[in-house]
């Protein structure tokens, strides 16, 4: 089967998750990167596509210049899909311009700035019959699916209680006034939107507390908060959650938390038993039950959902881990555009509008009175 053609903006010389996102698309084979408008600096973009080995006359000095060569290319060259790998204010305009253009997305979260731009992109979408996909990375692991697959199937009974938290302390110091650039956009109202750590990490949280217990939030109770002074957005995010069918959640997320690294964290339980995970031990799943001991499950182990074979590249035993992750997103993304029903699941429009109704809510009853907020749904949500 041909490799897919990868077109990327943004992620120019010493971005993080530009690199990320090359290396998640190359491990299956799927992908070739061909082209791509790195950055705005003409020296950096150059730089980058040089090292990518690419062709000068791909690397663009800016989106609108690889939309209006790359439509020009016969359908054997030009890009198949644009990855966007900028800051989040630029999220909208670029995937719309790329979906009307006729390529599918795949595309940084959170999803845009707002409910009305994540709209926009969702409209494009179905517009040009084009995928649209999203980093939400931590859906990728191996373990995550044996999670949801169990908890779909019931094993655990009716599900009561839904506890994640997202701790990390990178932005503790003042480093976004300091010339750290990855902190210093993110807390930019202007270029992150209307969350700091809401948006960057509280929605990882939320999309996997949903997609796990295949449950969805109603409404909040939230607590917004900057920790230091001069930042001009949340750095740490408390929320109560209240789900369809009564079970009740506590989302915690912060990038305040000193010391910690990544520590993303799923706890559900129903009413026979509950399941525990950890990024940062991404290979172990934890199953509790009421009657009976507790379960280790592990990735390549035995007892797994059929399913989860597919996400797997290792045996048993040889730590798998976040580029695996992000690969599996990825490779489930080239299957749906190839038209593989069997394998094509990966987050995109539905886990973006929920997100952004979600970044709302929170925000709406973090600056008023109202003890509860409802987190609304769309017609196709």
Known sequence: MSRLRLGMVGGGEGAFIGAVHRMAAALDGDWDVVAGAFSTDGGRNARTGELLGLDPQRVYPSLDALIERERALPESEKIDALAIVTPNHLHAPMAIAALDAGFHVFCEK????????????????????????????????????????????????????????????????PIDTDGNKQAEWRTDPARAGLGGCLGDIGTHAFQLAEHVSGLAVQSVSADLTTHVEGRRLDDDVSALL????????????????????????????????????????????????????????????????????????????????????FANLYRAFASAIRGDAGNCWCPGVIDGLRTMRFIEAVIANAGSDQKWTLVTSGENE
């Open 110 to 173: 959170p999803m845009a700035m707002s409910v009305v731009e994540a709209e926009a992109i969702a409209a494009a979408a179905r517009a040009s019959r084009r995928r649209f996909a999203l980093a939400f990375t931590y859906s990728g692991y191996p373990m995550i699916e044996e999670a949801r697959a169990r908890t779909a199937r019931g094993d655990f009974g009716a599900i009561r209680l839904v506890q994640v938290e997202y701790l990390q302390g990178w932005l503790s110091q």
């Open 242 to 325: 209240r789900f369809e069918g009564g079970a009740r959640g506590v989302l915690k997320a912060s990038q305040v938390a000193a010391g910690e690294e990544n520590g993303l964290r799923l706890r559900i339980h129903g009413e026979r038993g509950g399941l525990d995970w950890a990024q940062m031990e991404p290979n172990t799943l934890t199953l509790r039950w009421l009657d009976r001991p507790a379960e280790i499950v592990r990735t390549g182990g035995p007892g797994l959902h059929d399913g989860v074979a597919a996400l797997m590249r290792t045996p048993a035993g040889h730590p798998e881990g976040y580029i695996e992750a």
